[in-house]
């Protein structure tokens, strides 16, 4: 799988792919990254890529014609690395995804479609927004980290890279480990806890780990687990109870007992 990123900052990428669980999937090739720096596909002396928006306004608009340059060596690197020809029996060509504010909000659901995918091109704006007609021509999907705004494209870009990197196979130490995590199954995780067994308050009482978690009993903590997630959701995230719901996610012994919470998440 190949990512290969528009960029005015490359160096932003760089503790990605030297730190953390994700450099695995680098290191072991099921992940590649190409970045392309955006000035090199400037002209003229000063390598400009942006210019005063027409209709006036504040702020700056990344050019159409740097981007349309890189775009076009990104999409020939690709199909040369990829023998890619013309014709029927081609490669799939990698989708152009851009990020922004109106985009579609970034889910597990679309990290896992892009996951199992064979990639895709990254483009990074910055400044006011880029030129409109690049994006109506070049651009398959726009994808938003929230209702906020950043000062470019590269942080949601290295947000997807990683929601993307740890799902590869032999990144993670354990594998199930990620099937455990929010929204794999639609819903928030549950808590978790670890040695010392008893953690000391400052009033000189103790918290303790749940006994259910030392018992050994793997369905008593299977089913607290279950419990202890459907009520986080349920409390903190009521829409995501209703789309499990209407998924059909929710046993008859999950619905028992989100009745028995009182919450208005609950039929």
Not at 80 to 95: H, I, K, S, T
Not at 97 to 118: C, M, N, W, Y
Not at 149 to 168: I, K, N
Request: glycine share 10%; charged share 30%; hydrophobic share 40%.
């Amino acid at each position: 799988m190949r990512f290969d990123v528009i960029t005015l900052f490359p160096e932003l990428f760089a503790p990605h792919l030297e730190v953390g669980v994700t450099r695995r999937a680098y290191a072991g090739g099921s992940l590649q990254l190409k970045l392309w720096p955006l000035r090199d596909f400037a002209e003229g002396n000063y390598r400009r890529v942006d210019d005063r928006p027409f209709g006036g306004g504040p702020g700056m608009v990344m050019m159409a014609p740097p981007l349309e340059r890189a775009l076009s060596a990104v999409r020939g690197a690709r199909a040369q690395e990829a023998g890619e020809g013309e014709g029927e029996g081609a490669a799939p060509r990698a989708p152009l995804i851009h990020f922004s504010p109106t985009g579609r909000k970034l889910d597990q659901a679309l990290v896992r479609e892009l996951a199992a995918g064979s990639g895709a091109v990254l483009l990074c704006g910055r400044y006011e927004g880029i030129d409109q007609r690049f994006l109506d021509r070049h651009v398959d999907l726009e994808v938003s980290l929230g209702d906020f705004v950043l000062s470019g494209g590269e942080l949601p870009a290295l947000a997807l890279l990683d929601a993307v990197a740890r799902l590869q196979p032999g990144v993670l130490q354990d594998a199930a480990s990620h099937q455990q995590d929010s929204f794999e199954d639609g819903l928030l995780d549950c808590p978790h806890y670890s040695r010392p067994e008893q953690l000391p308050r400052a009033d000189g009482g103790v918290d303790a780990v749940p006994d259910v978690l030392l018992s050994g009993h793997h369905g008593r903590i299977a089913r607290w687990r279950r419990e202890r997630s459907l009520e986080i959701t349920a409390r903190r995230r009521a829409d995501l109870i209703e789309a499990a719901r209407a998924a059909g996610r929710l046993s008859k012994e999950d619905e028992r007992f989100l009745r028995s919470l009182k919450l208005d998440a609950t039929p």
